[in-house]
C-alpha cells in the first residue's frame, strides 16, 4: 500500500507496518494523531513503547516512510510486537546493512550466522607516520643516522609532515578500492552438526536466491 492507502487503513481501525518493522503504526481517535507502537529496545531514548507521532525525537527518519509504497497491515505473523516475526526483501536488507544492522535469511543452514557491513576509517595522519616510520627504518638499514628528519614524526615540522602526507594521499588513492564499505558474512557463531563448516569472517556475494528472497530477517531474530 501507498502511505495515503495506509493512513486510510489506519483510520479504520487497522495497524500498519512497513517490512522489517518488528512495531506499528495506528490512528488514535482520542487523540486523533498515529501512535507508534514499538518493542522497547526499539525505543527513543527517553521515549517509551507507545508514542505519539508528534513527539519523535527522528523527524526526518520518521516522516521519510510516509514516501514508501510497501506499507502492509500488521498482525500477529507478521509483527514483533503482535506475536510474529518481521521478514523483508533484499532491498530492505542493503537499506538496513547500511544503518549498522546485522541481517540474515531464516533459509540458511544453521544457526548463527549473518551479514553485516564493514566500513574502513582511514586516518591520513596514521598512514602519514607509518609512511614516515618505515622511511627511517629504511634509512638506519643503509647506515644513515645523521638525517635531520630521522625523528619521531610528531616532533617534525608542519613542511616535513606534509611531505609523508602527500605520500600518504597518493597511496590512499591509488588502492582506493581498498577503503570501500563492503559486506561480509559472519559464521564465526554458527551452530552446526557439520564439523567442517568454516568459523571465519569473509567477504560476501549475493546469490540470485538470495537477492530474491523474501525471508530475511534481523540477525537477532533468526532463532
Not at 498482525?75 to 546485522?102: H, M, P, W
Not at 629504511?138 to 602527500?166: A, C, F, N, W
Amino acid at each position: 500500500m501507498t502511505f495515503k492507502e495506509a493512513f486510510e487503513a489506519m483510520k479504520h481501525g487497522a495497524k500498519v507496518k512497513l517490512p522489517g518493522w518488528n512495531g506499528y503504526w495506528c490512528w488514535d481517535d482520542e487523540k486523533q494523531t498515529i501512535m507508534i507502537h514499538c518493542r522497547p529496545k526499539d525505543s527513543d531514548a527517553g521515549q517509551g513503547e507507545v508514542l505519539d507521532i508528534r513527539e519523535t525525537q527522528r523527524v526526518e527518519y520518521t516522516f521519510m516512510h510516509t514516501q514508501r509504497d510497501d506499507w502492509m497491515i500488521a498482525d500477529e505473523k507478521n509483527c514483533g510486537v503482535l506475536g510474529g516475526q518481521s521478514t523483508f526483501g533484499f532491498g530492505d536488507a542493503i537499506r538496513y546493512l547500511k544503518r549498522g544492522l546485522k541481517v540474515a535469511r531464516k533459509g540458511w543452514n544453521g544457526k548463527g550466522i549473518y551479514l553485516e557491513m564493514y566500513s574502513p576509517e582511514v586516518n591520513l595522519e596514521t598512514i602519514a607516520e607509518a609512511v614516515h616510520n618505515a622511511w627511517w627504518e629504511e634509512k638506519k638499514k643503509q647506515g644513515v643516522t645523521d638525517h635531520p628528519d630521522m625523528i619521531p614524526y610528531s616532533e617534525l615540522s608542519e613542511e616535513v609532515k606534509e611531505y609523508d602526507r602527500v605520500t600518504a594521499r597518493t597511496t590512499i588513492e591509488a588502492f582506493n578500492y581498498m577503503t570501500h564499505s563492503f559486506i561480509y558474512i559472519n559464521t564465526t557463531g554458527l551452530q552446526t552438526e557439520n564439523p567442517y563448516a568454516p568459523k571465519n569472517k569473509v567477504p560476501w556475494t549475493p546469490s540470485q536466491t538470495d537477492m530474491l528472497a523474501e525471508d530475511w530477517v534481523f540477525a537477532e531474530q533468526e532463532d
